[in-house]
């Protein structure tokens, strides 16, 4: 269980960085998600139902969550619609999309080849293949977003996010940031549903409902539990508080929760993570926290 736990933690971490993207660096809450990460499902199962090699249904999942986040961006930077109104209504659209894609509400990968069946996972004990499959993808996908965010676009990109006036004076091209932005943190979404449904075995219309709060579960747990942190630091802590969320989600669990409850007990985990700075100084415990602190860097 504990195994499983952290494979399950690490391919759901992709979304927390993903998501990362626009919550943090852009400052933008894209409702997008919830559509894009079945829509990326949907297209990675029907690809490999159709004889489609694994690693080629990821990179078209990758590229329809992407379209995805294109179209929400364009919606809000040229269409000016209300920034979760755009990514409310891409997220409805992904639904008939999905229904189109799969041909019905969901489908299958019985007898199917993924990323998880090859040769080498196959010698691996049961629930280290999502271990292994999960922790290449999250290094290569932290590597590459931080190398990314060190160049001159990079630098850009988190500019537009810290203040797009002053970012626009700079002569940095503020709705091409957010456009880009969307479509690689949907992109990423999209292949993260795929490598899911994979793992799963199958694809389903209704998988990305309550997506947007577990990925943001990742995100707050890291930051609470880690503080302050450099954003390259804070890109591991999303993958480390996305393995701390499911360990969590596995202690509910075994005292009885049903699995039904699974959304409820996410939302309350997100919210009293979200309460905990206003608990702790209600309780002083950001006094004594404080205090601990300086003397351990006094030290």
Not at 80 to 108: Q, Y
């Amino acid at each position: 269980m504990i195994v499983s736990s952290i494979g399950q933690g690490l391919l759901w971490a992709v979304l927390g960085v993903a998501l990362f993207l626009t919550f943090r660096i852009l400052n933008f809450p894209d409702m997008t998600v919830e559509g894009t990460f079945p829509l990326g499902a949907a297209t990675a199962v029907a690809a490999i139902s159709h004889g489609v090699s694994p690693l080629l249904a990821t990179a078209l999942a990758f590229l329809t969550g992407a379209l995805a986040g294109l179209v929400t961006g364009l919606l809000y930077t040229k269409g000016k619609i209300p920034i979760l109104l755009a990514g409310i209504l891409v997220m409805t659209a992904c639904l008939s999309i999905n229904l189109r894609i799969m041909g019905g509400a969901n489908i299958s990968l019985l007898g199917k080849q993924t990323v998880f069946s090859n040769h080498f996972l196959e010698l691996l004990p049961k629930y280290f293949d999502s271990v292994t499959v999960g922790l290449i993808i999250i290094v290569v996908v932290t590597a590459a977003l931080i190398l990314f965010l060190q160049t001159e676009l990079g630098q850009a990109f988190i500019a537009t996010g810290d203040n797009p006036i002053m970012a626009n004076s700079l002569g940095i091209n503020t709705d091409n940031m957010t456009i880009m932005g969307l479509m690689v943190s949907n992109g990423l979404i999209g292949m993260g549903g795929a490598f899911i449904a994979q793992n799963n075995g199958y694809a389903d219309v209704n998988m990305g409902i309550g997506i947007i709060v577990i990925a943001l579960a990742s995100i707050i747990i890291g930051e609470v539990v880690f503080g302050e942190l450099t954003l390259n630091q804070r890109l591991v802590a999303v993958t480390l508080g996305s393995i701390l969320y499911r360990f969590v989600l596995l202690i509910v669990l075994q005292l009885g929760f049903s699995t039904n409850d699974l959304n409820l007990l996410s939302a309350v985990i997100l919210a009293i993570c979200l309460m905990l700075p206003k608990l702790s100084a209600l309780l002083g415990l950001d006094h004594i926290i404080s205090k601990g602190a300086a003397i351990h860097g006094s030290k």
